[in-house]
């Protein structure tokens, strides 16, 4: 594992993070048990992950909490977020403290590294700034959690407004936004900012369905060349990213998607989701790569860099909170 310090907060983190959302839920969204969950977080342990990604909503807080009881609880760093979303935009600050407590009991913790805002819109920014973080930032001070944290909801806030705000505001000590191969803007948007701030980034969606499921891939592609934002050979051709598959360039297209973000100046940490153990060793893999060939990167900036907004499918999460 590769090592990086997270924005000015000064936890060294691995560069690959392991999410205990997402698609997989560690492989609970598909039927895996709790023992299964846990195997998998201590196998990222083994193979040098210490930073988990978890959530109120995703279920997976008290399956993190038994994991890493196998550990020094200073070995590893923990990020769960309060259940703030784009469905629930005007949470409480009463809200937010309670969860904030439900939180450290299910992960059976004195403290949590980050604590993160979950998915806040564009349209209630103000009221996340304003109301709610005054309120965890008295919570901070009472050592409940070291560092505060925001996430987006990238699916409905494409053009990272929320971000471009708290990279600024000096409040946030670490955001979690999406950036992908078809979803460059942060670079932009984001990216100088948060470096200019000492802001910590976390990076989710580097690889979703588009980049996983082929005929998904192949269905964007003849939309967008329908639309005219791509170039109609894309739409004709059954492997439309095969240009990256080749000696010296990426094994796969995942393989390509986690090194194309891996290596962006600006990201920390590269979030990915699992639930299979060939997939934990892979996943990990691919982010310890070398970059991929300044070709290819190019190649990708020439036809994917005007692109806002594509391949942000969010998974359905189901499993209950407790």
Known sequence: MEYTTLGNTGLRVGVAGLGCG??????????????????????????????FDTAAAYGTEEVLGK????????????????????????????????SLDKSLRRLDTDYIDVYQLHGVPPSAYEHALNDLAPVLLREKAKGKFRHLGITETAPHDPE????????????????????????????????????ASGVGTLLMFAVRNIFSQAERLRATMRDLAAAGEVPQWLAETPDPLGFLIHEGGASTVPDAAYRFVRHEPGVDVVLFGTGDPEHLRTNIASI???????????????????????????????????
Do not use: Y
């Open 288 to 322: 310890l790569k070398p970059p991929l060939p300044e070709a290819d990167r190019q190649q990708l900036a020439t036809l994917f860099e005007h692109l806002v907004g594509i391949g942000l499918d969010a998974p359905h999460l189901s499993r209950p909170r407790r």
């Open 67 to 98: 994991a890493i009881k196998t550990v020094r609880r200073e070995d590893v760093v923990i990020c769960t977020k309060a259940p703030f979303s784009f469905s629930n935009p005007h949470s409480t600050p009463e809200g937010i403290v309670a």
């Open 160 to 195: 990272h407004q929320v971000l471009h705000r708290a990279a600024q505001d000096k409040v946030w000590e670490v955001v979690m936004l999406g950036f992908h191969m078809m979803h460059q803007n942060a670079r932009d948007r984001v990216f100088p900012l948060t470096r």
């Open 22 to 51: 997402g698609f997989s839920q560690l492989g609970l969204a598909q039927g895996k048990s709790e023992a299964d969950a846990i195997a998998i977080i201590r196998q990222a342990i083994e193979l040098g992950v210490n930073l």
